[in-house]
């Protein structure tokens, strides 16, 4: 078949067209099983500040207790997802959640270390000033809180070792306190505690009661309290 100047075009274009759709695809190395997690006071009281808890389903654990251990002191607000920071989905992730809570945060206490092991962490570490950067623009009178994350009992072949969690631990350190960010170490707290563990990864009741115990102190701090 003979190329007409027309067809030759399109297929001069539509292949390029396909590589730049391809070049620019968002990178995406997703678990098995993804998913997103948000919580709220059931009334909240509107003469107390709001706090939100970010991570993942070790911050899911330890959010009933912190929200009891701050009871008359702020509203505590929950943010769970699976997407680590350095997911191109989880700044989007971010935003939809602060426009479906609609409340400022007085404190963002937040940790996102314990998922995303298809990033190295030299990727993770690079994507720390970006998520404090959007939270800054997404909630601006916020404190911001960044825990570590906390050891697990046995190391995976596939997702967290204690080895990577340190390196991740080391640079995230390096990173907040670059841009001036306060601190939870988390990770020195559960670290004598191996005890405590539920699975190979969480933590037991008591665990997360004892996280949630630091994790409100930290917050108390920021608030003046």
């Known amino acids: 078949m003979k190329l007409t100047p027309h067809l030759l075009a399109l297929c001069l274009i539509f292949p390029v067209a396909l590589n730049a759709q391809a070049k620019h695809s968002p990178d995406l190395r997703t678990e098995k099983i993804e998913w997103t997690w948000a919580d709220r006071p059931e009334s909240p009281n509107p003469a107390l500040p709001n706090v939100l808890l970010l991570g993942d389903s070790i911050t899911r654990a330890y959010y009933p207790a912190t929200a009891k251990a701050l009871d008359g002191v702020a509203n505590v607000y929950l943010f769970a997802t699976s997407a680590c920071s350095a997911d191109p989905r989880y700044a989007g992730q971010l935003k939809d959640y602060m426009a479906l809570a609609a409340v400022p945060f007085a404190v963002v206490h937040f940790n996102n270390g314990m998922h995303g092991w298809r990033f190295t962490e030299a990727e993770y570490a690079a994507s720390l000033p970006g998520v404090v950067g959007t939270l800054k623009k997404l909630q601006?009178?916020?404190?911001?809180?960044?825990?570590?994350?906390?050891?697990?009992?046995?190391?995976?072949?596939?997702?967290?070792?204690?080895?990577?969690?340190?390196?991740?631990?080391?640079?995230?350190?390096?990173?907040?306190?670059?841009?001036k960010v306060s601190m939870d170490d988390q990770h020195t707290l559960m670290q004598p505690h191996t005890d405590m563990h539920a699975d190979d990864v969480h933590w037991n009741t008591a665990g997360s009661d004892l996280q949630a115990e630091q994790v409100a102190a930290s917050i108390r701090k920021q608030l003046g309290h």
């Open 140 to 179: 601006p009178q916020s404190h911001l809180v960044w825990t570590n994350t906390t050891p697990v009992r046995k190391d995976s072949d596939t997702g967290a070792t204690n080895a990577r969690i340190d390196q991740r631990n080391r640079d995230a350190a390096q990173v907040m306190q670059r841009l």
